[in-house]
């Protein structure tokens, strides 16, 4: 006879699985979260004017209508220099646009941030924050802090230090953002 000591230990995350897609896929979502995906009060995200290393301007508003990967590094920092090969590699993985990315790097010379992409992800084109302000306002908890904010221009997820987002959690994870209605 089984008594509680046999039963899969997975069940109740399961079961509670279960009753949140029942509950809308929003919440579903949610429970799905990889290792380190913070989760936020939905905020506005804060004013993200910037120009990018070849002086096009960009400005958070403009992206209204589908999510964001806001992505603060510094090539000094040790766990941004080993993510941002995956940052590079999720950029191609993912449809264009589904998110944005978004590279913010955080008070470094012209000089240093194409140096370093142009060794580690000569695809990708930041946004240089020289003076920091930017940042300043975001508030980052550390380097490399990653915001997803939400077509509606809320702040919905943090992620904190690097990560490999090419693993699979990630991916559908970012896939899933994606495909959420606006």
Same mark, same amino acid.
């Not at 004017?49 to 510094?74: C, P």
């Not at 941002?84 to 008070?107: D, F, R, S």
């Not at 221009?153 to 990630?170: A, N, S």
């Given at each position: 006879?089984?008594?509680? +000591?046999?039963?899969?230990?997975?069940?109740?995350?399961?079961?509670?699985?279960?009753?949140?897609?029942?509950?809308?896929?929003?919440?579903?979502?949610?429970?799905?979260?990889? !290792?380190?995906?913070? +989760?936020?009060?939905?905020?506005?995200?804060?004013?993200?004017?910037?120009?990018?290393?070849?002086?096009?301007? !960009?400005?958070?508003?403009?992206?209204?209508?589908?999510?964001?990967? &806001?992505? $603060?590094?510094?090539?000094?920092?040790?766990?941004?220099?080993?993510?941002?090969?995956?940052?590079?590699?999720?950029?191609? %993985?993912?449809?264009?646009?589904?998110?944005?990315? &978004?590279?913010?790097?955080?008070?470094?010379?012209?000089?240093? &941030? $194409?140096?370093?992409?142009?060794?580690?992800?000569?695809?990708?084109?930041?946004?240089?924050?020289?003076?920091? %302000? &930017? +940042?300043?306002?975001? %508030?980052?908890?550390?380097?490399?802090?990653? $915001?997803?904010?939400?077509?509606?221009?809320?702040? =919905? !997820?943090?992620?904190?230090?690097?990560?490999?987002?090419? +693993?699979?959690? !990630?991916? =559908? $994870?970012?896939?899933?953002?994606?495909?959420?209605?606006?």
């Amino acid at each position: 006879m089984c008594n509680a +000591t046999c039963l899969d230990p997975r069940l109740p995350r399961l079961l509670l699985m279960l009753a949140l897609m029942l509950a809308g896929g929003t919440a579903w979502a949610a429970s799905m979260l990889p !290792y380190g995906v913070i +989760t936020l009060d939905g905020q506005p995200a804060p004013p993200l004017q910037l120009q990018d290393i070849d002086g096009r301007a !960009y400005d958070l508003q403009q992206s209204r209508g589908h999510w964001v990967f &806001v992505h $603060f590094w510094a090539s000094w920092c040790g766990p941004c220099r080993q993510e941002m090969p995956t940052v590079a590699k999720l950029a191609k %993985q993912i449809k264009a646009g589904a998110p944005e990315i &978004v590279l913010i790097n955080t008070a470094e010379s012209e000089d240093t &941030v $194409f140096s370093f992409l142009g060794i580690v992800a000569p695809e990708l084109t930041p946004l240089l924050d020289s003076d920091g %302000q &930017v +940042t300043e306002r975001w %508030q980052p908890r550390g380097l490399p802090s990653t $915001f997803l904010v939400d077509p509606q221009g809320k702040l =919905r !997820y943090l992620v904190l230090g690097g990560r490999d987002w090419t +693993t699979p959690d !990630y991916l =559908r $994870f970012i896939q899933t953002l994606a495909a959420t209605p606006p």
